[in-house]
């Protein structure tokens, strides 16, 4: 489909982006590679987290490139944050003070929703009371701006959603069919070669706060090969963790895309999928 369209497909998957996660992300294999141009998989080393804005400046440069090549961009992938960043822009928050920063992450974490209530009630009212990531985030930028997140996130910029002509799809399949799904797929990862993915990780001694270090599988394989788990009960682990997050990217694109986006429920067969293709199409064909 993508070379009869001239489709280049373009990664959204925040773990994909990483090339030390190949495996465990899922990340298109040789062949796939080859049946199609692909951009953005793997070209990030762990050591360095990849924002949604810095993700989406990627993103531009890849479409506008893609355009005025005169094919057609194909973005693929569940991360929300980083397909709304690109379509809807991102607030232009003011980097924030090393030593707001610094003070707030030494600081109790009820402390600091204390804190954020007196300062920014409405972040507060919002953000569930254990979100210490976000409640820290809201606190930083009203502390080293002086203004409310909310009021920044008002003034959203460089979102390309306007300029493009977007042809949606959304898959929502059957639950019951999607979690079995995630425990063959992560069973799949161990025989491709996932434990040695997670080793190779361990022995870079990376600061285990990194997004390749928290994706999902890292930490449950890294238990079983630091000896505190078996690896059955590391691989249940993992499929747990993985029906979790596709249970949370389930419940996001069915009520966070505009309503007018085509969702597909049904697990597609051949005659669903060329119907779903064909709304990508430029000619409105599955061919």
Known sequence: MAQQIGGVIVNADSAQIYRDLRVLS??????????????????????LPCSAAEWAALARREIAAIHASGRTPILAGGT??????????????????????????????DEN???????DAEASARLSPNDTARINRALEVVLSTGRPLAEWQSEREGGIAGAVELRPIVLLPPRKWLYARCDERFAHMIDRGAVAEVEALLARNLNPDLPV???????????????????????????????????????????????????????????????ALALVSPDGRSG
């Not at 040789?30 to 951009?39: G, N």
């Not at 929703?113 to 300062?119: I, M, W, Y």
């Open 26 to 47: 899922a990340a298109p294999d040789e062949v796939e590679l080859k049946a199609a141009d692909h951009r953005l998989y793997g070209v990030r080393d762990g050591a």
């Open 80 to 109: 929300g944050l980083y397909l709304r960043t690109l379509l809807e822009g991102i607030a232009p928050v003011p980097p924030i003070a090393a030593e707001v920063r610094a003070r707030v992450r030494a600081t109790p974490a």
């Open 113 to 119: 929703r204390a804190k954020l209530q007196a300062l």
């Open 213 to 275: 270090m928290r994706a999902i599988g890292v930490p449950e394989l890294s238990l079983y090969l630091l000896g505190e788990r078996s690896l059955d009960e590391a691989i249940a682990a993992g499929q747990q963790a993985t029906r979790r997050y596709a249970k949370r990217q389930y419940t996001w694109f069915a009520h966070q895309p505009p309503p007018e986006w085509p969702r597909f429920r049904e697990a597609l067969d051949v005659e669903r999928l060329g119907e």
